[in-house]
């Protein structure tokens, strides 16, 4: 069944309240709530609950933490609303979906939010961390965040890979994808800053991660991304609190691609979502069962060359919302290669990333034994 992708976050947005008016009357309780920015009230983390008369597990998915991937996180919605939340066992097992938990930059097409914050780094458990951590971000502040408007993208291209090739030599570009992607808190206009304070949107899914180990006994928390790994295959990124291994959930969910956030699978990250919910688990639920990955669905691709093409156009997109360009043809085509890091157009990417995610979520539901149909 093709599912068509969204074009605006309104459109996203109203076929999720649509979907989920559909479904509502096959469990015992259902509402849908809303939280609308305080700093633009017609933008809205809306979120689902369809409860069971028996509270034993609960289905968490998520989208749009990272705002613009959110366009794709609403087609995986739309697919579990319409084939697979029907097969679920609604006298015991419940449903949490999260519509654009970043919604300024589902709007805006950003990756961040209104005040340039990456919600996946701002999730931290200990709100008195060092800021200073990520020394090496320091190091490439100059490459990462060139502080003038963009005037002819030949010369910043040139300016940008002599940069990096002096950093590769020095750092190595293992540090240096680490170094830019773990999370930083000293840069407010600079990539991957991960806030100064608790974002609005991570106080609600805090609140909301509370209350679903309040009420069920085991949790699946979904969340979807875009960018990372190969182009035509998405990838499980597992916590690294999580205890069974990569090797173990790929022969349980039947899934070829679980990795765990660490530098060599991954990267590891400051203020991840799906960390914040194992540790919150550890640290106060510790009798509750809990599951929580990422499904990411890469984009570009996984080798240097196209790292090194995602760290260009993230560093140039960046530069434009902080310093802007001197024509709108430059604009435009340094934003067109952007929704392309997230939201490719290619029919071919669009159905191979929907036949992954409808591997991935029989998989895992069935390892879990929540489904009741075939």
Known sequence: MDVTFPSSYEDSRARFIRDFELLRPQWADSRLESVPLKTDPALSIDYAW????KKENLIVISTGLHGIEGYVGSVMLKIFMDEFAP???VENTGLLLVHAINP???KNIRRYNENNADLNRNFVWD????PKINPDYELLAPLLNPARP???LFASDIAFLSRLIGRIVKLGILRIRQGMLSGQYRHPRGVQFGGQSTQESTQVMRGLFQRAFDEYEQVIHLDMHTGYGPRYQMSFVNSTREPASSQEL?????YPLIVAATPSD?????GDITEYFYQLHDEKYPSKKLFATCFEFGTFGASLPMQIRSMRITILENRLFQHGARSDALRNALRKEYVELFFPAESKWRQKAMQDCRQAFEGVFSAYGILTTS
């Open 50 to 53: 369809a409860e069971p008369r």
């Open 87 to 89: 097969r679920l066992n």
């Open 104 to 106: 300024w930059g589902m």
């Open 127 to 130: 709100e008195n961390f060092d």
């Open 150 to 152: 963009i005037t002819n």
């Open 250 to 254: 790929t022969r349980r969910f039947n």
């Open 266 to 270: 991954f990267y590891s990250v400051s």
